[in-house]
């Protein structure tokens, strides 16, 4: 997912990019007229001339990074990407998450976490085990066969009748000199590893945890106020294409507006997308993301 949001991401910077060296564009050919009647100096010249320069090589950059993002998806997925959804605003109901919850939670229901305690539990009874050939064993032996009670020849074969025995036997383990040891040495050097890797495992998931509750409960406040901005933004973006068509507005003020407005929303969107995919870790982290929440994730898609 967080690949597939990358794409969104860096496939709306490409068009923004775009937009702001239409912009850009647009003030250098202004100011090549200004230039040459007189009107601006020199420097405020090279200065808008350096911004369209500029423009074009961050046009160029976000090109670029939206194939490596492409590659990256085709990496993972061995798939290639002709067409990239946009994602649509919506109001995202905010969860009172409880931090300790989560945390207790994904102790006991992470997988790693979980296959880590499964192999410290694995090297312990390995060390048991390899105990164990030290010292004598008492072992319960079942025997089972066929005994041949055939009296002379027989024309019908041989005669035969099953035999059991039921034993107790007393072993007593070959002497190894330092060989077994060492392997009892290295069964307990593996459990010390399986129990620091265990240890490692959940400071690792409940630094997830705690970071990305964080970043969740940020991204409320952040996406509520880049709503604001961009509701402010299109509106004045609205009255500028409304003042060009009239006249009123030259053509660069019209752009302007146009790419606050443009930012704003990409502002919006990216905001958007950290704050869904935060709540989709903490899922994870906790082993309980289900296909339903990928399902409503699938629904903010523009198709």
Not at 152 to 158: D, T, V
């Amino acid at each position: 997912m967080r690949h597939y949001f990358n794409l969104i991401k860096f496939k709306n910077a490409l068009a923004l990019s775009e937009i702001e060296n239409d912009y850009q564009r647009s003030k250098y050919r202004v100011s090549t007229k200004l230039y040459e009647n007189g009107s601006i100096s020199v420097e405020e010249y090279e200065t808008l001339k350096n911004e369209y320069e500029s423009s074009k090589n961050n046009f160029n950059i976000s090109k670029n990074n939206l194939t490596q993002i492409k590659n990256d998806v085709y990496i993972f997925s061995g798939k290639e990407l002709n067409d990239i959804n946009d994602i649509k605003l919506v109001t995202i109901n905010h969860k009172n998450l409880v931090l300790d919850d989560l945390i207790t939670s994904a102790f006991t229901n992470n997988n790693t976490i979980r296959m880590s305690k499964q192999g410290m539990s694995i090297n312990r009874n390995e060390i048991a085990a390899q105990r164990s050939r030290h010292y004598p064993t008492i072992d319960l032996v079942v025997e089972y066969d066929y005994l041949d009670i055939t009296q002379g020849g027989s024309q019908f074969g041989a005669t035969t009748r099953e035999d059991s025995t039921i034993s107790l036997v007393l072993n007593f383990p070959i002497f190894n000199g330092g060989y077994q040891s060492s392997k009892i040495k290295e069964a307990r050097l593996n459990y010390q590893k399986a129990r620091l890797d265990h240890t490692n495992s959940r400071r690792l998931i409940r630094k997830e945890i705690i970071d990305n509750y964080n970043i969740y409960n940020t991204n409320e406040g952040l996406y509520s106020t880049s709503l604001q901005i961009l509701k402010t933004y299109q509106k004045k973006y609205e009255n500028a294409q409304e003042g060009y068509e009239k006249g009123i507005y030259t053509n660069t003020q019209m752009l302007e507006a146009k790419l606050e407005y443009s930012r704003a929303l990409f502002d919006a969107k990216s905001i958007m997308m950290d704050y869904l995919f935060s709540e989709l870790t903490l899922d994870h982290l906790q082993n309980n993301l289900s296909v339903s929440s990928l399902r409503r994730i699938n629904t903010y898609l523009a198709w």
